[in-house]
């Protein structure tokens, strides 16, 4: 099977979480939804890549919530030799002066057309390990600043090895977050000058060699969020792989920064929405910081019944979602409605499985979903209860929620207790359900079955936020802070509606403009012009969906930074 996938060279897609399928739980969020959509894009196009990721197999986490609304946290694991095949090599790096040898799985991904693609899962749980080392590849996000060091190095340098010693030939190597960033050390010591030919103060390893081969995509927008190792750490845990003085060079000369160390390794960077690619530049100055925006994946996030719809008016949308553009014609009223009821009715009875609420097909469901942390402001909808019955008492909405919290980020464990609380006090005016365990399988029934999709991040902290593209292909309009893709989506009342403007963000002034918007455009439009309601789900489908797909995004890449 590999032997069949290694013949061609192909791009190497580096990433520390990847959401391959929903039983696989190697991801926490939207990072990873957007490697499987990378992956499941460049099976549908035909690109030859493969993707280098951790095994984690005890998973991100499984979320419970208790009666006090409160969030428990157990270990997801889960059996790579159900899913997956033994690679035939082994491979080693050195960690705090120990070999550490690491294994792996091949995943092969399946796409729903012809194309397939190699999946690397490198695994340290392997009898030649000590039991510490054995955990390094298990918990996704887990443990300390140390552990997640030796993470990276499997990550970045194990990874290299493997892909070496399974024979594949690569040409280019796209780092998925700085995470992966040490795959630049190994490359360097591949290039590294014999010493006799250096003049003096010259650094011995070919830089601009290695920064052809690579290529960086970031992802967050404010410095404290990017990985960065004090150097004894470093060189307690790493060694000496390569010489200090160019490492610092690289990484910076306080600590290893790994987003420095990819932007330097790197000849093509880029952020992942517009707005994002400009506050990046601000915040590394000197680099040449371009923009693709990110896309989500047609069939995977595309309800039945818009697939029935889109393949019998659009043929070839699957391939091609720029077709999209052509729904707003050939596809009646009639029919894109009855469709939505269909994935109404499906997430209708979903809340009612997992959580006993009973929900009403006949009014508007509001849905927000999504990490819960203070930037991404959950709880601004409930800023203004008394508001938010006023306008509930005039047109009734109900709301579903769902989110995990980094089980050690306490603000955002809050905030999920914060929301419990309002639901209860909230009961008889507005009903509201929070679906636990949020993952792929519920983000597809919330994205397709909702009426409308909620966004109220912290400007500028989305960096793109790809769960409302998803809405998009299911005829699900955006109400959404301007940020991120919005930023680029929203056409004011024909693709949704935007939430405050494109200024700084300020809590009072956003929770009045989203109370007002809901009050006086979206709930009336949606009760009292149901022509004019379609009309706006039309747009979702024609103007955004067309665009913020990830065919789009990999053909950008392909000819951008692996061509290019
Ligand atoms: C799409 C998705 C995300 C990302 O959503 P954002 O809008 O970018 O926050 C996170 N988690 C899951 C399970 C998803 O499917």
Redesign the pocket.
């Known amino acids: 099977m590999l032997d069949e996938l290694i013949h061609e060279t192909r791009i190497a897609y580096f990433s520390m979480e990847i959401?391959l399928q929903n039983q696989i739980p190697t991801?926490?969020?939207?990072l990873?939804?957007l490697a499987g959509d990378t992956m499941r894009s460049a099976a549908d196009l035909e690109l030859p890549m493969v993707a280098v990721t951790l095994v984690s197999r005890a998973g991100y986490f499984r979320q419970e919530i208790d009666a006090q609304g409160r969030q428990l946290e157990h270990p997801h694991d889960w059996d790579p030799a159900r899913w997956a095949s033994p690679l035939e090599a082994k491979i080693a790096v050195v960690i705090e002066g120990r070999i550490v040898w690491i294994g792996g799985w091949l995943y092969v991904l399946q796409g729903h057309m012809n194309g397939r693609q190699p999946v690397m899962l490198l695994d340290t749980d392997l009898d030649e390990n000590s039991s510490e080392d054995r955990e390094i590849t298990h918990y996704l996000y887990g443990g300390d600043e140390s552990y997640r060091l030796k993470q990276e190095i499997v990550l970045g340098i194990g990874g290299m090895r493997m892909l070496q010693a399974l024979g594949f030939e690569i040409r280019q190597y796209h780092m998925n977050e700085g995470h992966s960033a040490l795959l630049a050390v190994e490359l360097l010591r591949r290039y590294a000058y014999v010493s006799e030919d250096l003049r003096p103060g010259e650094v011995p390893y070919d830089i601009p060699r290695v920064r052809e081969l690579c290529s960086f995509t970031t992802h967050t927008p404010v410095e404290a969020g990017h990985d960065r190792f004090p150097y004894d750490m470093v060189q307690r845990i790493l060694g000496d792989v390569i010489d200090l003085a160019t490492l610092k060079h690289l990484a910076g000369e306080d600590n290893l920064n790994m987003t420095r160390l990819a932007l330097n390794s790197s000849e093509y960077v880029n952020g992942v929405a517009k707005r994002h690619a400009e506050v990046s530049r601000t915040m590394f100055p000197g680099y040449r910081v371009h923009s693709v925006t990110n896309g989500?994946h047609p069939f995977t996030w595309t309800a039945e019944s818009f697939i029935e719809l889109y393949d019998a008016h659009i043929p070839g949308w699957c391939h091609e979602p720029e077709l999209l553009i052509r729904a707003e014609c050939c596809i009646t009223d009639e029919a894109i409605w009855q469709a939505h009821c269909e994935a109404k009715a499906a997430l209708v009875n979903k809340v009612s499985a997992l959580c006993g609420v009973t929900l009403n097909a006949e009014i508007p469901i509001l849905g927000f979903?999504?990490?819960m942390t203070a930037y991404?402001r959950p709880d601004l909808l409930f800023s203004d209860m008394q508001r938010l019955k006023a306008i509930a008492r005039q047109r009734p909405f109900q709301i579903v929620m769902a989110g995990k919290a980094h089980p050690r980020d306490e603000g955002g464990k809050g905030l999920i207790e914060t929301i419990h609380r309002h639901i209860r006090d909230f009961a008889d005016i507005v009903p509201m359900a929070y679906l636990p365990n949020?993952?792929?399988d519920?983000?597809?029934s919330m994205?397709s079955g909702v009426d409308v999709w909620l966004?109220t991040p912290l400007r500028p902290l989305?960096a793109?936020?790809?769960?409302?593209m998803?809405a998009a292909f299911n005829g699900v309009p955006n109400l959404s802070v301007l940020d991120g893709w919005w930023i680029e989506g929203c056409i004011e009342g024909i693709t949704g509606w935007a939430i405050g403007d494109s200024a700084e963000s300020d809590n009072n002034a956003d929770a009045r403009s989203l109370y007002d918007k809901l009050e006086h455009t979206v709930l009336p439009l949606f009760y009292e012009d149901r022509a004019g309601w379609i009309a706006v789900m039309k747009g979702a489908i024609c103007k955004n969906a067309s665009f913020f797909n990830s065919h789009r995004m990999m053909r950008r890449y392909a000819t951008e930074a692996y061509i290019g």
């Open positions: 959401a991801y926490s969020g939207g990873g939804v989500v979903a999504r990490r991404k949020y993952d792929m519920i983000a597809f994205v966004n989305e793109s936020g790809t769960s409302g998803k």
